[in-house]
């Protein structure tokens, strides 16, 4: 019976092979139909009418070059709104308070995982990260 199963199933993927118009119709169509899905059902499921403003709060902690470049190239958007906001959980309370749906943090330079930071040696873990063990090379048995 498993022979059989085989035998379709590479007869098939041959037949596949073969039609390369089948076979992009094949990985296009569902994407098609999800995205259409999608957008249909969006307004029902609580997603954004099309049009709308989104809510995008931003928090310079760094108040360098980095978050001026983000509000001058996100203030063009029609469709985005940027409220100035002073601190992470400020913005926090916006997400959790369904105000925004996310917020934007720029760190602090001197935050000590920040690239900015130049210190000699090695970087510092994440304090969330463990450092890896360094690798165990094995060396091969002596053979004779």
């Known amino acids: 019976?498993?022979?059989?199963?085989?035998?379709?199933?590479?007869?098939?993927?041959?037949?596949?092979?073969?039609?390369?118009?089948?076979?992009?119709?094949l990985g296009l169509a569902p994407i098609v139909v999800m995205s259409v899905a999608g957008l249909s059902l969006a307004g029902l499921y609580g997603g954004a009418p099309p049009g709308s403003i989104h809510v995008l709060p931003l928090v310079d902690e760094d108040g360098g070059w980095v978050g001026r470049a983000l509000r001058e190239r996100l203030a063009d958007d029609p469709s985005i709104r940027l409220p100035a906001v002073a601190t992470r959980d400020a913005a926090r309370a916006m997400v959790r308070g369904r105000g925004a749906a996310a917020a934007l943090v720029v760190p602090s330079s001197r935050h000590p995982c920040s690239p900015t930071v130049r210190r000699p040696g090695p970087a510092p873990a994440h304090p969330h990260v463990p450092r890896a063990a360094p690798p165990v090379i094995a060396r091969p048995p002596h053979i004779s």
Not at 1 to 17: F, H, I, P, S
């Open 1 to 25: 019976m498993l022979r059989g199963v085989l035998a379709t199933l590479a007869k098939d993927l041959r037949l596949l092979g073969r039609d390369r118009v089948g076979l992009v119709f």
